[in-house]
T-cell receptor, first 113, second 112 residues
Framework: DAGITQSPRHKVTETGTPVTLRCHQT?????MYWYRQDPGHGLRLIHY???????DKGEVSDGYSVSRSKTEDFLLTLESATSSQTSVYFC????????????FGSGTQLSVL | KQEVTQIPAALSVPEGENLVLNCSFT??????LQWFRQDPGKGLTSLLL?????REQTSGRLNASLDKSSGRSTLYIAASQPGDSATYLC???????????FGDGTTLTVKP
């Protein structure tokens, strides 16, 4: 299995507070992705990174920011959490953009009250 | 915009049955197609990846096919077992940044 660790695994927070989720990989893969998974919406891309300090938006990026200062770490920040951001967040990694498998972390269950 | 559809949303079969899961996509300009398995409360596990130039990929009891021209892929599971019970998702990356579009999945239940 690919070495991907997401932290925390579960978090409960209050509306309006900032929240940071961490994705750590030991595979030295170039591409890293943040997805959220919601019933009725499936998996949706929030942000992705194609290298250190190189990031771009996905389809549901409003209210989220990311940073990648090292190859192994990709941080997702909810700047001011809202109840609509209650979801399961998954990090995924891949060595290339299109030719190789996408590997997922175990997810973070976030509840915003 | 790419759309990925998986039908049926749920499937229940008796143990030992062979079965086919379907995945369709609207834009045939794909790089590859990947099938995943997701157990409840877990992340996604990659099962098979088919490159756009390939027609099939096999791993054990699993066989995935790809027909780009018709925008379809199938995942064939032979001799199903209760341990195969899970949600199966397909995904296609559409750009050279690897941004993938996922189907909503088919939840499979294999009854002993």
């Amino acid at each position: 299995d690919a070495g991907i660790t997401q932290s925390p695994r579960h978090k409960v927070t209050e509306t309006g507070t900032p929240v940071t989720l961490r994705c750590h990989q030991t595979e030295n893969h170039r591409y890293m992705y943040w997805y959220r998974q919601d019933p009725g919406h499936g998996l949706r891309l929030i942000h992705y990174s194609y290298g250190v300090k190189d990031t771009d938006k996905g389809e549901v990026s409003d209210g989220y920011s990311v940073s990648r200062s090292k190859t192994e770490d990709f941080l997702l920040t909810l700047e001011s959490a809202t109840s609509s951001q209650t979801s399961v967040y998954f990090c995924a990694i891949s060595p290339t953009a299109t030719n190789e498998k996408l590997f997922f972390g175990s997810g973070t269950q976030l509840s915003v009250l | 915009k790419q759309e990925v559809t998986q039908i049926p949303a749920a499937l229940s079969v008796p143990e030992g049955e062979n079965l086919v899961l379907n995945c369709s996509f609207t834009d045939s300009a794909i790089y590859n197609l990947q099938w995943f398995r997701q157990d409840p409360g877990k992340g996604l596990t990659s099962l098979l990846l088919i490159q756009s130039s390939q027609r099939e990929q096999t791993s054990g009891r699993l066989n995935a096919s790809l027909d780009k021209s018709s925008g379809r892929s199938t995942l064939y599971i032979a001799a199903s077992q209760p341990g195969d019970s899970a949600t199966y998702l397909c995904a296609v990356p559409n750009t050279n940044a690897g941004k993938s579009t996922f189907g909503d999945g088919t939840t499979l239940t294999v009854k002993p």
